[in-house]
Nanobody, 122 residues
């Protein structure tokens, strides 16, 4: 099992940047694919990006040019840097993990954090 705790959410003006962090604890993180998801009001949860067990990172098309995911192996943190934020980026952002990459990418991960709210204002 792994435990995931997100931090770094908050309010930011459109065009600004924000960095989120997910602290990973428990089983060896190298056994898991991990990723960032978001859920906007009245929208289904969607993947922002993810990293597989071998360190390959992929992004959802809507976020690929505006976000960067990094894995800090020393701190066991999965970070999400978001730039040029838009009003529509307002959402609850979640960190997730699963031993099966396809479960993770499909939004069916076994492990989820509690989420951190990001609010973008004009």
């Amino acid at each position: 099992q792994v435990q995931l705790v997100e931090s770094g959410g908050g309010s930011v003006q459109a065009g600004g940047s924000l960095s989120l962090s997910c602290a990973v604890s428990g089983d060896s993180a190298s056994s898991y694919a991990m990723g960032w998801f978001r859920q906007r009001q009245d929208h289904a949860r969607e993947r922002s990006g993810s990293i597989n067990k071998w360190g390959t990172i992929t992004y959802a098309p809507s976020m690929s040019r505006r976000c960067t995911i990094t894995w800090d192996n020393a701190k066991k943190n999965l970070d999400l840097q978001m730039n040029n934020l838009k009003l529509e980026d307002t959402a609850m952002y979640y960190c997730a993990a699963d031993t099966d990459l396809w479960n993770l990418v499909g939004g069916r991960a076994n492990y989820w954090g509690q989420g951190t709210q990001v609010t973008v204002s004009s």
